[in-house]
């Protein structure tokens, strides 16, 4: 049985390239300060969790900052190799907006979105599963594992975000992520969520604040589901990688796409011979 991961299917679906590019051909990931930022802060909020659900309080707001610290200059070291890595195929562009970015404004932001989240959030969350692994099965011949991140005792399934600008209002019942966090809990659990809660802690240098989409019932196709997830995997199989962004949007600049380069190598060489220059020996 093949398996594939949560991570690879959302890979697939932003960008078909760039799950070629990171998971067939294992170049390295698009190095970013505020990818670690924002792991920094998964990790700070998932630990503070965990030892909630153990005792009840979870880290202070003051012990929090501390670990996010910590985590953040960590997960820096680890950039500096990614970016020495991955340099051959980044762009002058890209590399100058990277060198923009203060590190002491992202601990910065960092602190006041720890602050916005002990004040709004925290409070009212009694944490259930933390970092839950789950397995399913999508046929016969494919598995999907995964990890969800944080649901509560009434069976809420909670996705926390970061982002520095207020997300407009959507429906989170088509979103792919949740569709599939919604079968994993299905596979823990034995039944489907009571609702989904998709919480942003919008980043600011003054006044950070949160943002929350709630569906109380969500909707799960479960054939419909299943049925993409195959369809990803048999067009990996068959080597189908087109990457569908509009020519201007901005993730296919040069600004923001790590993998810029290569993007515009596989189209003036074609699949063929990119792959054969890129497939590891």
């Not at 762009?91 to 006041?112: A, F, H, P």
């Not at 005792?153 to 982002?163: D, H, R």
């Not at 068959?238 to 796409?257: D, G, Q, R, T």
Request: with cysteine.
């Amino acid at each position: 049985m093949k398996q594939v991961s949560f991570s690879q299917l959302m890979t697939y679906v932003r960008c078909p390239e760039h799950w070629l590019f990171h998971y067939k051909l294992g170049l390295k990931r698009n190095p970013r300060k505020v990818f670690k930022h924002g792991f920094a802060l998964h990790e700070t909020f998932a630990y503070h969790l965990d030892q909630k659900k153990k005792d009840g309080k979870g880290l202070s707001a003051g012990e929090a900052k501390e670990f996010f610290a910590d985590v953040f200059l960590q997960a820096m070291e680890d950039y500096k190799q990614e970016l020495a890595a991955a340099r051959p195929y980044l762009t002058r562009e890209y590399l100058s907006k990277e060198r923009q970015i203060s590190l002491n404004n992202l601990v910065d932001t960092g602190m006041r979105g720890i602050e916005t989240y002990y004040k709004k959030l925290n409070p009212f969350i009694k944490p259930d599963l933390v970092e839950e692994a789950f397995e399913f099965s999508a046929s016969k011949n494919v598995k999907v594992i995964g990890r969800i991140d944080l649901t509560d005792k009434k069976g809420v399934i909670y996705e926390l975000k970061t982002t520095r600008r207020s997300p407009n209002m959507q429906d989170i019942r088509s979103d792919p992520q949740l569709a599939l966090y919604q079968l994993g809990y299905h596979s823990i659990a034995g039944k489907y969520p009571k609702a989904i809660s998709k919480d942003y802690i919008v980043l600011s240098k003054n006044n950070s604040k949160i943002v929350r989409f709630v569906v109380v019932r969500p909707f799960v196709d479960k054939a419909t589901v299943l049925r993409n997830i195959n369809s990803i995997m048999d067009a990996i199989e068959h080597n189908i990688f087109y990457c569908m962004h509009p020519a201007e949007s901005w993730l296919c600049s040069k600004e923001w796409c790590g993998y810029y380069t290569l993007h515009q190598e596989l189209k003036k060489l074609g699949s063929e011979k990119f792959m054969a220059k890129y497939t590891p020996r």
